[in-house]
C-alpha cells in the first residue's frame, strides 16, 4: 500500500504521462510532507540518532570531558605550585630581612660596645694621668716645702754669721757666739 | 527539472526494504542521516584522538563545542539537568552537522524534512514529559499553574498554558524545518536565475552577475542559519528540560 507510490516517485521524471492516477497524485504532494517515507524516515533516524547518542554518550563526551578536567586539575596544581613557591619565596625574604635586621642591631651593638669601652678606658687613663699628676704635683709641693723649711732654718746660721762677722769689723774682737744667737733671734722675731 | 527548486527535497529509494507492509527503505534520507553521525562523530572522536592538555586547533574547536552546550545547559537548567547533557549534545551536533552538510551543492537535507524535526521535537518533549513525572510525579503538573495568579485567571491561565505546551513540539520543529526548506529554496531559486539568465547570451550573463551575488550571500546568511537553529534547537530544549526539573516556575 505504501510501496506503490514511492515507487512510482523514484521514476517520476521522465515517464510522468504513462502512470497511473495514484502517481499523479503522489507526484503532486510537495515532499516533505509525503507521508509515504514517514516509517523510513523515523526509522532511519531513530536507528542513526541513537547510535549517535551511544556513541557520543560512551566514547567522546567522557573522553573531552576527561581532557578538560586534567586540563582544569593541571591549572589548578600548577597555580597551587605557584602559590607555594611564592609563599617560600615570601618566607625567604622575611627571613632574610629578619637576619638582615639582626645582623644590624648586632653590629650597632658591637659599635657601641667597642665605643663605650674606648671611653671608659680614655677615662680611666686620664684619672690615671690626672691622679699622678696630682701626685707629682703634691710631691713637689712637699719637696718646696722641705727646702722653704730648710731654708727657713738656715737663715738663722747665716744672720749669727754675718752678725758675727759685722761685730768682728766694727768693734774688733770676738763676739761672744751666744749673745750673738740671741741677738739675732730677737731681731727674728 | 533542474530548475525545480523542490527537486531537491525528493527522496530516493537506494535500498528497498519492507517490513510488515510498512516502507522502511534506505534512502538518500537515510544516507544523509548515516553521514552526519559519521562526520560528526569522525570529527569528534578523531579531533580529540591525541587527548592534548595543549589543545590543537581542531581539538579545540570539539573542545569549545562541549562547553558552549555545556554552559547552554548549565545556565538554563541548572547543575541538575547536567544529566541530559549527552542527550542535548547529540542533538545540537547532529542537527548542526546536518545543517551544513545540506548547504553542500547536490548534497540532501535531512532537517528539511518535517517528519525529522518533528520526531527530534517528540522525542524533547517525550522526554520532558516522561522524566517530569518520574522526578516530580503529579507534581509535574504543577507546570500549568503559575504562582501568583488570582483565583479567578486560574483556569484561563491552565488553559493558555496547555495550549503553549502542547505547540512546543509543533514550533519546534516547524521552526526548524521551515527554515531549512526557505533557505534552500531561496537559494534554489537564485542559483537558477543564474543559469536561466545566461542562456540568454551577452546580456543575460552580465545581467546574472546579481543573482550570482545574491547566491553567494544568501550562501553565507545560510550557514549563519543552520548554526542559529541548531542553537536555538538547543537551547529550547534545555528550556523545556528545565521545565522537567523545577516545575513549579
Known sequence: MFVTPAFAQEQ???????HSLEHAESEAKFPPFDPSFYPSQILWLAITFGLFYIFLKRVVLPRVGGILEVRRDRIAQDLDQAALMKSEADAAVAAYEQELAEAKAKANAIGQQARDGAKADAEAERK?????????????????????????????????????????????????????????????? | MSNDPIHQFHITKLIPIEIGGYDFSFTNSSAFMV?????????????????????????SISEMSYEFV????????GSHGMKFFPFVFSLFMFVLVANLLGLFPYFFTVTSQIIVTFALALLVIGTVIVYGFMKNGIGFLKLFVPSGVPGILVPLVVLIEIISFLSRPISLSVRLFANMLAGHITLKVFAGFVASLSAFGAIGVAGSILPLAMTVAITALEVLVAFLQAYVFAVLTCMYLNDALHPGH
Open chain 1, 12 to 18: 517520476a521524471p521522465a515517464t510522468n504521462e504513462t
Open chain 1, 128 to 189: 690615671q694621668v690626672e691622679a699622678g699628676l696630682e701626685q707629682k704635683l703634691a710631691e713637689a709641693e712637699g719637696r718646696i716645702a722641705a727646702i722653704k723649711a730648710a731654708a727657713m732654718k738656715e737663715v738663722g746660721t747665716i744672720a749669727e754669721d754675718t752678725t758675727a762677722a759685722i761685730v768682728q769689723e766694727l768693734v774688733g774682737g770676738k763676739a761672744d757666739k751666744a749673745a750673738v744667737a740671741a741677738a739675732v733671734k730677737a731681731a727674728q722675731e
Open chain 2, 35 to 59: 553521514a552526519t553521525i559519521a562526520v560528526a562523530g569522525a570529527f569528534l572522536f578523531l579531533t580529540t584522538s591525541s587527548r592534548g592538555l595543549i589543545p590543537s586547533r581542531l581539538q
Open chain 2, 70 to 77: 555545556a554552559s547552554m545547559l548549565r545556565d538554563a537548567a
